[in-house]
């Protein structure tokens, strides 16, 4: 398998089109996490399937947030991405999330060429209210039956500040 960290960068954050590398697909219970030191997706536990992930998830390559894992990508798309695809992302806003006391940003991404919608989704303003509820909610309860109340989403960030937390990561990256 590929090593993303090796063969992608982050992207174009300041044109807002980003490498994203799917680790979840929408609907799946099972937490696949990329292993950067092994360069492999591994299974690291089995959700229960009330806490099913509502979106794709996925990482930035080259980028690390301030819990020491690459930096999280909501992937927004009618169909669920398998795991182990890139795509050329477009960013549209950030979760600002807490994990457990540690900081655990999300991207929110849609691909860059959504025929689809019609590339639509330009800001979180254009997801429906819905999605933006359920994203807020599984993220807000999805450790409750193992640790009630560690996850905490504190606020929606706009396009720049999206930017502006990606290109801090890319920095940490750098830096490691």
């Keep these: 398998m590929a090593d993303?960290?090796?063969i992608l960068d982050a992207g174009d954050v300041d044109g807002g089109i980003?490498?994203?590398v799917v680790e979840i697909p929408t609907g799946s219970s099972h937490k696949i996490e990329w292993n950067r030191d092994l360069a492999v997706f591994e299974l690291d536990r089995i959700d229960p399937q009330i806490f099913a992930k509502p979106c794709?998830?996925?990482f930035i390559?080259?980028?690390l947030d301030e819990d020491g894992d690459e930096l999280d990508a909501l992937i927004i798309t009618e169909q669920p991405l398998p795991t182990g695809i890139f795509l050329?992302?477009?960013v549209i806003g950030v979760m600002k999330f807490v994990d457990d006391?540690?900081?655990d940003d999300k991207i929110v991404v849609v691909p860059a060429d959504d025929r689809d919608t019609g590339n639509a989704y330009n800001s979180l303003e254009d997801l429906p209210k819905q999605l933006i509820n359920q994203l807020q909610?599984?993220?807000s309860h999805y450790k409750d039956l193992k640790k009630a109340g560690t996850t905490v989403v504190e606020s929606w960030g706009d396009v720049t500040e999206a930017k502006a937390v990606i290109?801090?990561?890319i920095q940490r990256w750098k830096d490691k």
């Design 167 to 169: 290109h801090e990561s």
């Design 61 to 63: 390559p080259q980028t």
């Design 18 to 20: 980003i490498n994203v």
């Design 4 to 6: 993303f960290n090796k």
């Design 88 to 90: 050329k992302a477009k």
């Design 137 to 139: 909610f599984h993220f």
């Design 56 to 58: 794709n998830y996925g």
């Design 101 to 103: 006391g540690e900081i």
